[in-house]
């Protein structure tokens, strides 16, 4: 693979653009985009940067197209990916459920507007139950949530290679605040910090002379039998639960002592950084803890770390009504700890809320 | 004397045949005609054919092509995504009128309007068969179904969609568009070899649409079936290639 970055390269972007480098760097081959906020300087990135490294790149008719025409893509053995947000995100469920079923290594960029509906086209962490468990499936995928710029880099390369190790779609959930602020980062070829991209294959279009080398490939997602499809999901499952410690990622500080530990994630999670130095200069013990991993979520680690003091509290932070929350509550299922939450739909949360919530609940 | 084999497309997968499409159906004549156009060109080993939900389905494994089946109506941007991304293959997607003309026709119109080197085989037989016979964008008028049980009125829910028509007037001349039936084979094997060359010569999108038969949801015996095809839906539905890059059309 073309080494993309003569060295490591320092960079002050947005996230959205951010993004489309590291896709570059990631040896993605072609995108299928439909232009939705706040998501679009994504492809405007990549069709600057396309023709310079030999890439493809396709605006599709809506985001049916985008997410199956990336189906396509991938099924043929080519590194696809595709950028959504808000309604885009809706409509991508579809071609989403499809990857799930067909075990295709699909990767998305979801950057969360507000909703429902069109909602706002700025911001949210609205999308959280949309992204890990949307369609008419059982949720069998894997999403990152970033928090900075640095890991919108790192985590599209991780998150490449983990659909086509795992081919489980996989998601980078940023948000609208990631994709349109501009921050540093250090951008870099994967292979030079030791990363070895996972190769890709074909499912359809393969080497040989069929009858003679090989037999044809017939991929489906429908079934006659409840007990075929019953089987299918089993494994899926099976296979999901097994690969899913190695796949869990979570940051936590100051827990061991922690009367009270914040909980929330992506963008939020700064906040919450900030609020816990803030209120531990102030002597009140509070703790850190975010998934980076969604789903597979990190209830293990989630658990251990309420259970250390234990903490009397847990404070769920999150911009959307609950989303975070559900998803905690039923991965926890059975701790006592007495759960709080400040819930601000579609609106950013800065350090000071989740001090005065800390105060008003302590 | 014993009986003679009827010759097989050696382009067919033979352990899923015999096929499932019901006895009268039209799909069996289309995908025989395919699978000689495939073995004539010589192109098994670089097809990708990719099948819709309906009907269609049911060819999910009918060929020993390599072969992938989709949604309902998203067989065109899965065979786009193949195709854009693996120029070398030829990519045929196969589908019903339900599929093609309804939820997916924003699929299929823009992908017209791309001129994608894809393509396209969609087979209209006035109904959607396999969810029970309900009316499709092409049911004629006054055909009765599941759901105009009283006959299409037209006031209500509008006039059948002339497919290869509206695709005709979008598209640019490298592309070819027309319309077969099961009732003239040689010509349909002449069309469906045309709209694979198109593709194979890298010229445009290729769209054929065939008039098909569906005897159990017409709930019609073999001789009205075949009257409902030959006067009925040609009436309406005019055979002939609309759209074509090598020489004069054929009406």
Redesign the interface.
Known sequence: MPKIFEANKKAFITGNEAVAWAALAAGA??M?GYPITPQNEVMHYWTRLAPEYGK?F?Q???E??AG??????V????K?FTATAGPGNVLMQ??FG?AEA?RLPLFAVIQQRGGPSSGTVVYSQQEVTLTTFGGNGEGHRIVYSTATHQEIFDYTIKGFNAAWKYRFPTFLLGDGYQAKMREPLEMYNPEERGIEMVKTY?????E????EDRE???????YSLEEELYEVVMKFAAEHEAISPELVEYEEKECEDAEIIILSHGVVSRAADDAVKILRAQGIKAGYFRPITLRPFPQKQLREAINRRPARKLLIAESAYGQLDRLTKQEIYGETVAIENLFMPGVGIIDYDIINKVKSIL | MGMIAPAIPKSW?LPSKPHKFCPGCGHGIVLKALGETIDELGI???V?F?CD?GCS?LS??F?????????HG?TT??????????PE?ITIGYMGDGGGYSIGS??L??SAVRNEKVTLILVNNTNYGMTGGQMAPTTLPGQKTETSPFGRDVDLTGYPTRGPEFIAELTPDSAYVARATVSKYKQLRRFLRNALRNQMEGNGFSFVEVLSTCPTNWRTNAQQTWHFLEEEMEQYFPIGEIKTPFGKGDK
């Open positions: 081959e072609i299928f493809g396709l599709t008719e809506d049916l197209s199956f025409t990336v189906c396509g893509a099924q043929s053995g080519k696809a579809e071609p499809m067909m074909p499912l359809v279009g393969l040989g002379k069929i009858g044809p490939q017939h991929l489906c997602n429908i | 997968y098994q080993d670089q990708v990719g939900i389905l999910w494994n060929f020993a092509c390599d072969s992938t089946q989709t949604h998203r941007p899965v065979m786009v995504g193949i195709k854009r991304s693996r293959l924003q699929h119109l823009n």
